[in-house]
């Protein structure tokens, strides 16, 4: 997969647990665990602007872009 | 949801009628085959005033061929019995739904099919399978190709469905 998603890696610099992610952004930790394991076909931008605001961080923290 | 349930039960009385049917003629057969019920030696069958015993043994087996086609009919209707079923319990997406609609389609181009070649053959047979049916055909054959477009387009819409799923 071309797109990758670094969440874990931000959840664990920020000491934050998915639950509590979920809670804040307002998803549920079953489309957070999609999310998470790369199973998404698509992130809406007003999720990743509730991420981005929730961990402090930009978006390329979290998405990183790897050649196949 | 209630246009649904009038077509649900319209079906459902269509589909018991026809397997009514079914069985009583499976039972009469059956009891003429066994000699439970006695045929009288002077009884004819006969369609469109033309005995049946005056067939060949393989006009016989064609028109008997022709005739089973009709069952493919009652296939189709178990078929979309289900769909109505899923549709129902508001099951839409699912791969049962594709896979009838497709059969159905197929069912429906054969049945078509044997309607149209009754027709061309029926000089053949004493016009003994001439049905009276003329564009019926036709419109079975339409009527299983826009079946197979359905199935075809819910088969994207399933896709996209999973798609908008996937979408956090």
Same mark, same amino acid.
């Given at each position: 997969?071309?797109?990758?998603?670094?969440?874990?890696?931000?959840?664990?610099?920020?000491?934050?647990?998915?639950?509590?992610?979920?809670?804040?952004?307002?998803? =549920? =930790?079953?489309?957070?665990?999609?999310?998470?394991?790369? +199973? /998404?076909? /698509?992130?809406? !931008?007003? =999720?990743?602007?509730?991420?981005?605001?929730?961990?402090?961080?930009?978006? /390329?923290?979290?998405?990183? !872009? +790897?050649?196949? | 949801?209630?246009?649904?349930?009038?077509?649900?039960?319209?079906?459902?009385?269509?589909?018991?009628?026809?397997?009514?049917?079914?069985?009583?003629?499976?039972?009469?057969?059956? @009891?003429?085959?066994?000699?439970?019920?006695?045929?009288?030696?002077?009884?004819?069958?006969?369609?469109?005033?033309?005995?049946?015993?005056?067939?060949?043994?393989?006009?016989?087996?064609?028109?008997?061929?022709?005739?089973?086609?009709?069952?493919?009919?009652?296939?189709?209707?178990?078929?979309?019995?289900?769909?109505?079923?899923?549709?129902?319990?508001?099951?839409?997406?699912?791969?049962?739904?594709?896979?009838?609609?497709?059969?159905? @389609?197929?069912?429906?181009?054969?049945?078509?099919?044997?309607?149209?070649?009754?027709?061309?053959?029926?000089?053949?047979?004493?016009?003994?399978?001439?049905?009276?049916?003329? @564009?019926?055909?036709?419109?079975?054959?339409?009527?299983?190709?826009?079946?197979?477009?359905?199935?075809?387009?819910?088969?994207?819409?399933?896709?996209?469905?999973?798609?908008?799923?996937?979408?956090?």
């Amino acid at each position: 997969m071309a797109i990758v998603v670094n969440l874990d890696v931000m959840l664990a610099k920020r000491k934050m647990k998915s639950k509590e992610l979920a809670e804040i952004i307002g998803i =549920t =930790t079953a489309n957070l665990s999609i999310l998470k394991s790369g +199973k /998404a076909k /698509a992130i809406r !931008f007003s =999720t990743l602007e509730a991420i981005c605001e929730a961990l402090d961080c930009q978006p /390329a923290d979290i998405l990183e !872009f +790897k050649e196949n | 949801m209630k246009k649904i349930k009038i077509l649900k039960n319209i079906i459902d009385f269509i589909w018991w009628l026809s397997i009514t049917a079914i069985v009583i003629l499976f039972f009469i057969l059956l @009891g003429t085959l066994t000699g439970i019920i006695e045929v009288s030696p002077n009884f004819r069958f006969s369609i469109n005033e033309t005995d049946l015993d005056n067939l060949t043994k393989i006009q016989q087996i064609i028109l008997i061929i022709l005739h089973l086609t009709k069952l493919l009919l009652i296939y189709s209707l178990y078929l979309f019995r289900q769909i109505i079923h899923n549709f129902n319990s508001l099951k839409i997406f699912n791969n049962l739904i594709i896979k009838n609609f497709n059969l159905i @389609g197929y069912n429906l181009i054969v049945v078509g099919f044997a309607f149209i070649l009754s027709d061309f053959i029926a000089p053949l047979f004493n016009n003994i399978i001439y049905m009276n049916f003329h @564009g019926f055909g036709v419109g079975l054959i339409s009527a299983g190709l826009f079946s197979i477009v359905l199935s075809e387009i819910f088969k994207i819409a399933k896709t996209q469905k999973q798609e908008n799923d996937l979408t956090i």
